[in-house]
């Protein structure tokens, strides 16, 4: 079993929907909660960090964290074709030797059309 | 500001040969790490570097090493390929090692092709 699970899709929505992205975890350890996007081609580009439980807003996105279910998403309103990428969801652990490593999901393709 | 810059970003070798990637980090960022993304696959974790040491190792064969200079720059190599290296190679730099208020920056990476 993977550490961390990522529906891979593809999803693909109409212009100023509502996208919901998900991911789930195995590891109790993990303190640190990560979403990045990935354009083709292109490096991931940190979106959002969250530490604690909860909502975290910037702009169109909010990124919600519940450690009791092991369970994150992100939610991305009015979503823009330029929002059409790979999004990647990433956790760490706090100290001892896995200090630093970011464990990834497997990344869910989005496609926003016009 | 430079970002994270990582050279070559293309490259193709054959089975058996050796590779050495590298990665300039941001000014001013000690950490580099390490990650191997095969197509449709989230990045894996091959290092850590911080202040030049090792912090960190993932899974993978003692093909795979790696050093950081002085200058913080660091250098990926990868001995023996096989067709499974084929892959984007990403770096990363932070200020520190992963903390609460940091986050990790990424490079374009480099698209390894083994043949």
């Known amino acids: 079993q993977k550490e961390v699970e990522q529906d891979p899709g593809p999803l693909s929505v109409p212009e100023g929907a509502i996208v919901s992205l998900n991911c789930t975890y195995s590891?109790?350890?993990?303190?640190?909660f990560m979403w990045y996007r990935q354009y083709s081609r292109k490096g991931p580009e940190l979106l959002m960090y969250?530490?604690?439980?909860g909502n975290k807003e910037d702009g169109r996105f909010t990124a919600q964290v519940d450690k009791s279910s092991k369970y994150i998403s992100l939610f991305i309103r009015d979503s823009q074709p330029s929002d059409s990428a790979t999004y990647l969801c990433?956790?760490?652990?706090?100290?001892?030797?896995?200090?630093?490593?970011?464990?990834f999901g497997q990344g869910t393709i989005l496609t926003v059309h016009p | 500001d430079a970002g994270v810059t990582q050279s070559p970003t293309h490259l193709i070798k054959t089975r058996g040969q050796h590779v050495t990637l590298r990665c300039s980090p941001i000014?001013?960022?000690?950490?580099v790490s390490w990650y191997q993304q095969v197509l449709g696959q989230g990045p894996q974790f091959i290092f850590q570097?911080?202040?030049?040491?090792?912090?960190g190792r993932g899974n993978f064969p003692d093909r795979f090493s790696a050093r950081q200079f002085p200058n913080y720059s660091s250098e990926l190599n990868v001995n023996a390929l096989l067709l499974g290296d084929s892959a984007l190679y990403l770096c990363?730099?932070?200020?520190?090692?992963?903390?609460?208020?940091?986050?990790?920056?990424f490079g374009s990476g480099t698209r390894l092709t083994v043949v």
């Open positions: 990363a730099s932070s200020f520190l090692r992963l903390r609460e208020a940091d986050g990790y920056t």
């Open positions: 590891n109790s350890a993990f303190q640190y």
């Open positions: 969250t530490y604690s439980s």
């Open positions: 990433a956790m760490a652990r706090a100290g001892g030797t896995s200090y630093g490593k970011l464990t």
């Open positions: 000014s001013g960022h000690k950490s």
């Open positions: 570097y911080y202040e030049k040491e090792e912090r």
